[in-house]
């Protein structure tokens, strides 16, 4: 359980990281290094979102399996990680 | 009265009779009679009903027995209207059924006539007398009836300021007033005296009151509903099913284990539970480190050096990722070994070369994933000397200490402490390890590594259950193998071993370095005795390595500053190189025979192609900034072509080849391109007969 901790540490410490978020798979926000309404938004917002592209792989090869999700947009890039009971969202501004 | 009443019912029944049947019997003369019946009706009543007494009984009459005519019938006459209905049923909603009204009225409207007297006082009267302008008093107008319909309407509208309301109907009357006597006889448009009353309330103004209450929280839950969702439930139910049935069968015996079982849950719920986030958060951290590291990833997988189409044998080293370990900084990387199994994962060994600063140690698992942190880290008290992963079973991990211990550790533990460690009682070494290397198996399935050291033995190490089983291979001694004998003062010096190297293809033979600068060609069943001894180097031999391709050739490098290549069966070097430092290990390449890698204390690394240039270095370059660091060991990856330099700071820096340094030998037109290693010692082979052809001319 350190080793998470320590990891999470060096996450958000790591350049360019503008938070991190970890969550059970129904949207139960576990640790946040966000205030908290927006990670109630991201929760909120991006657990469905897994859910579905869970669901779309299953259906398209049944042995596949969702590893990570990135999301690069102009801003910054979400970086999701998901588990089965887990997911864990990191918001990544990397350098130009 | 019944007399009277018969007689009157008779002479109805007569007067029925005769009207009923017109054209009887009776003839025109009847007709008269009749009529002057009717005039003298009461009077000669009696006289004309016995007179017809028994005459006519017409056809349909009645047939009455005597004693039915006698009968008295009672006729009454009563108020009530007779055509009143009397079952008249209205629906009640108390009861929710129809009730027969009991009250009907029996008023019978015969006849209507409105009349239009006014009296002469009343407010109608005066009325028309004002429109008249005549001064009647008795001024027979008109409608009687309009003044009931006004009546009727007044109390109708409803009438709040009654003030308003008169004013307005005042003003009508005023009006109509003064217009009737202008028009006289012109038409009277408001003939009813028609006066519309309203008033204009007060109407409160409207306010809205609302009150905004947050929405309440909502999820919206939702199931994409495919088959592997209903298996999946199919599949729950019945293990649950099962469960069930087993806990029917042990109830009784678990019940104490059941509350010991529900306090570790309890536990576990407590705890956040954040440590099955693991895997989820190495994963964000690598892609983390590679989005910022993006550039390297992308050089690391495509970067081809375009300049070394321009450089006509030369080749560059692209330098990628740095491994820095903080903690690590005073210790210098001792031992890099790549992983046979996940080609991205190399260990690292820390420590200290100089014998009087030995702070510990430690040993760290890198991945090229992520270079940020390293994925394992182990803490060792001394400091690691050497480390050799098995190629087949890649999570042991052999690890020899500078105060001549060797350890075993299993990665799939997650303990710090190594499986299997050895002690004085076990044989360890006295003196620092300086390489260890892995070994098939013996003949029991157990593992087998050999490990060298400076007390001139060469041990090999068997784990055995719990245990390490050291078994002495050779000695090592100046003069030769020595023999143990039961008297004989040992007096000669002990040779002691710096580095060794196992033969490839030939699972017996091996080649020992020593710090004299001899290299003991060895054998493991034949232990009293060296097999060969090159005079290889002036200082201590720091590499020794076999060809991975070519069955007979080695390299050895020392600190005398010279990398030497050697055929074994012949005791000089094949090919001799001065790289004007010292030399600190030097490395075969993988993907070629004739490629090898050599790392100085001057911050260099020297690349060589012997195919392609066989007296110089076709790379020379420094790779690490920091002008007091010196290189210590080298590595190449099996597969990418990525070398691994790891220095005396702890850092380990990562290259990548140019493709000038990975050039395989050209097919001629029309021949297949021979297979790897085949062709490999065929190149080698050309090379070594190039050499000796001009040595067998000169002689």
Known sequence: MADVEEILKRIQSHRGVEGAIIATSEGIIMRSTLEEQITVQYVALIQPLLMKTKKTLQDMDSEDELTHLRLRTEKNELIIAADKDYFMVGIHKPSP | MPVYNNKAAAHGRKASNVHKVPGAKLPKAPIKKKDEEEAVDVPDGLDEWSHLKATVKPSNQLELSEAELKEEITRILTANNPHAPQNIVRYSFKERSYKPTSVVDHLAVHFVLEGSLLHKDSDEARRLRIRDGLPKEDAPME???????????????????????????????????????????????????????????????????????????????????????????????????????EKKKTTLLKKNNKTSKKKMTLMETQSDNIAKVGKVSKIIERMINQNTMDDIAQDFKYYEDPSDEYRDQEGTLLPLWTFQYGIARNL???????????????????????????????????????????????????????????????????????????AVYNLKEKEPHPVYKSTAKTGKHTDPVWQVRWQNDDMDNHHIFYSVSSDGRVVSWTLVKNELISTDVIRLSVNGAVTDGPNSAQLSSISHGTSFDFHKQIDNLFLVGTEEGKIHKCSKTYSSQFLETYDAHSMPVDAVKW????????????????????????????????????VGDVSWSPYSSTVFAAVTTDRKVHVFDLSINKHEAICQQTVVARKKTRLTHIEFNPISPIIIVGDDQGNVTSLKISPNLRKKPKSKKGHELPKGSEAEVAKMDKLLSLLREPELSTI
């Open chain 2, 332 to 406: 210098s990387v001792t031992a890099l070994c790549w992983n046979n199994k996940y080609q991205d994962l190399f260990a690292v060994g820390l420590g200290s070369y100089n014998f009087s600063k030995q702070e510990g140690g430690m040993f760290l698992l890198y991945s090229l994933k992520n270079s940020a942190f390293p994925e394992c880290i182990y803490y060792t008290t001394l400091g690691v000397q050497c480390l050799d992963i098995h190629p087949q079973h890649s999570y042991l991990v052999a690890v020899g200490f500078y105060d001549g211990c060797v």
């Open chain 2, 547 to 582: 060809n991975h391709f070519h069955p007979k050739i080695f390299i050895s490098c020392s600190s005398d500053w010279t990398v030497k290549i050697w055929d074994h069966t012949i005791s000089t070097p094949m090919f001799t190189f001065d790289l004007n430092a010292a």
């Open chain 2, 143 to 245: 409608n009687e009836a309009e003044s009931d319909e006004n009546h009727i309407e007044t109390p109708a509208t409803p009438v709040e300021d009654g003030g308003e309301g008169e004013e307005a109907g005042e003003e009508d009357r005023p009006d109509s007033v003064a217009s009737k006597p202008d028009k006289k006889e012109a038409k009277c448009t408001n003939q009813f005296n028609f006066s519309e009353r309203a008033s204009q309330t007060h109407n409160n103004p409207s306010r809205d009151r609302s009150c905004q209450t947050e929405p309440p929280p909502r999820i919206t839950f939702s199931v994409a509903a495919n088959q592997w969702e209903i298996y999946d439930a199919y599949m729950e139910e019945l293990q649950k099913q099962e469960k069930n049935k």
